[in-house]
């Protein structure tokens, strides 16, 4: 199971973040997308436990960054300089692959969303 938190309603340029925490069987590789309203779901990260890789879609590299605690199978997405375009309902999955992948089909564990609002 996944447990996603750290949502919120923010001001434009401000920052926030994202915790994800798996219980049970540690996933090889777990990823964070976003789902705005009538838009279709959005990856936005990936991170593999062991070896580390990560990985980014452009729409938020350099001011997304993910990290990972692998005492508490905690997945963690700091977002900065938010824009209200960054307002979606952000979730957590789990793959249990090697690969990262960019596909939310390729995620077979899914928390449930935490909604991020950005105001101009």
């Known amino acids: 199971q996944l447990q996603a938190s750290g949502g919120g309603s923010v001001q434009a340029g401000t920052s926030l973040r994202l915790s994800c925490t798996a219980s049970g069987r540690r996933p090889f590789v777990m990823g964070w997308f976003r789902q705005a309203p009538q838009k279709e779901r959005e990856f936005l990260a990936g991170?593999?436990?062991?070896?580390?890789?990560?990985d980014y879609a452009d729409s938020v590299k350099g001011r997304f960054t993910v990290s990972r605690d692998s005492r508490t199978n905690t997945i963690y997405l700091q977002m900065n300089n938010l824009e209200p375009e960054d307002t979606a309902v952000y979730s957590c999955?789990?793959?249990?692959?090697?690969?990262?992948?960019?596909?939310?089909?390729?995620?077979?564990?899914w928390g449930r969303g935490t909604q991020v609002t950005v105001s101009s």
């Open positions: 999955a789990a793959r249990f692959e090697w690969d990262i992948v960019r596909a939310p089909g390729g995620y077979s564990s």
């Open positions: 991170a593999r436990w062991n070896p580390a890789i990560t």
